[in-house]
């Protein structure tokens, strides 16, 4: 059984302190591959070099809506974009729990921007979407992006079959475990086997019985198992889709299992 965490962030001192370590623990619980996704402009060249360091990760680009403040240079991400490493524009996206921090203005400005890099790059986002569904599926109208992922997904079933009908991919992390998840374990059940993903989006949001403690790429496995619990299958075989869907989703990943 081969499974991919479509999520993490191997840079934060959570993980990287021990990045070793985590990665081998992650190896040993059927975790093959990673894409370690940034979140800030300070933490993309780190990322990058995590993700050129190591077999089977790779790696984004771009900036968290709750990050924009600190700023970014555009042509920066373009260039860095070229490296084979890198096969993602994201997280980027609104946060509208966090308006109060980063206004709504400077998040859809952000968004903008962004989408227009990964249209250019020829890159699929990941996107990170709360609170702001009808304001980020009016921004993404304007862009011919790729199938993207919405990433860690917490919204309704409404809004999932919006995702779905536009050719988009949704993401589960470990809050699908969570006892007051159960509209989302419902979402769970219903997204198509070629839609579906799985992350950890590590440190944060580790599934329960870890809940509470730092995250790890090891523990997509228990995200999986508890999905395919849900969905009713086996856990190879969801842990077969959601790599197929990885490598589908994010085409220049394909150098990793020897594609091109």
């Known amino acids: 059984m081969i499974l991919v965490d ?12 021990n990045l070793a370590g985590k990665l081998e623990t992650a190896r040993r619980a059927g975790v093959k591959y990673i894409l370690t996704v940034c979140t800030s402009s300070k933490s993309m060249h780190l990322n990058l070099a995590i993700a050129e360091q190591h077999e089977g990760i790779c790696c984004s680009v771009g900036i968290h809506p709750t990050s924009l403040k600190g700023g970014y240079d555009a042509k920066e991400m373009i260039e860095l974009s070229k490296n084979k490493k890198v096969v993602a524009v994201g997280e980027i996206g609104l946060d509208y729990h966090y308006q109060d921090e ?5 998040q859809l400005h952000g968004l903008d921007e962004m989408l227009g890099i990964a249209s250019q790059c020829e890159l699929p986002c990941i996107i990170h979407a709360r609170e702001c569904f009808d304001d980020i599926f009016d921004v993404m109208e304007n862009y011919p992006i ?13 809004n999932a079959k919006k995702i779905l009908n536009l050719g988009h991919y949704v993401s589960f992390s470990g809050i699908v475990t969570f006892n007051k998840a159960a509209e989302l374990r419902e979402v769970a059940q219903y997204v198509p086997d070629d839609k579906i993903l799985v992350e950890t989006d590590c440190p944060y949001l580790a599934p329960v019985p ?17 999905i395919a619990n849900l969905r009713g299958v086996a856990v190879e075989e969801l842990a077969e889709k959601t790599y197929q869907n990885f490598f589908t989703v994010f085409p220049k990943a394909k150098f990793l299992n020897g594609g091109k």
Do not use: Q, W
Not at 7 to 17: G, I, K, N, Q, S
Not at 146 to 156: A, L, N
């Open 6 to 17: 479509s999520h993490a962030h191997l840079f934060y001192e959570e993980v990287y302190a």
């Open 102 to 106: 980063v206004p709504k203005d400077i």
């Open 146 to 158: 790729k199938p993207s992922v919405f990433h860690c997904y917490t919204g309704t079933m409404e």
């Open 210 to 226: 870890h809940r509470g403690k730092p995250n790890e790429p090891a523990l997509v496995k228990v995200v999986a198992e508890y």
